[in-house]
């Protein structure tokens, strides 16, 4: 642990190779711990995303979702479990919702994710309507 209470897990950017220490949060910490900080088995995208599957499987989290998706001209709609469709990036992309609501800044989230500032705003902000009128209000 540091001097400000947290351990640091070294985040390498693939893009730029560029690292950055991000803090731990104590809760998973404890997870790191248990495993003695040897994540490897884990961090791989495919794995995860394996593991993920599985665990839905496990906790009857396999229920049918209507997925619609838009490519060329149309609109393609189809079922599917949700097991087969959910991955590691819905995580992310519930990480960064949650933690702009909470105040983090896109600068901040590049840094976290290895995403560009204009990636962040475009795709994570989710910025309802309601959450833009309160904005306008506040900044006159």
């Known amino acids: 642990k540091f001097s400000d209470g947290y351990n640091y897990i070294d985040i390498v950017q693939q893009k730029n190779k560029t690292v950055y220490q991000n803090p731990i949060h104590p ?3 404890k997870i790191f711990a248990k495993y003695n900080y040897d994540m490897s088995w884990i961090m791989s995208e495919p794995n995860l995303n394996e593991y993920i599957k599985e665990l839905f499987q496990n906790l009857d989290l396999d229920r049918e979702v209507t997925i ?27 990480f960064c919702t949650r933690a702009i609501k909470k105040g983090v800044t ?6 976290v994710i290895g995403k560009d500032i204009k990636t962040i705003i ?7 309507f309601e959450d833009f009128k309160s904005d306008i209000v506040k900044t006159f």
């Open 106 to 111: 896109p600068k901040s989230l590049s840094i």
């Open 68 to 94: 619609t998706t838009e490519r060329g001209q149309g609109i393609i709609t189809e079922k599917k479990k949700l097991c087969e469709v959910y991955s590691s990036h819905d995580n992310v992309h519930t």
């Open 122 to 128: 475009d795709f994570y902000y989710g910025l309802s």
């Open 27 to 29: 809760i998973a910490d």
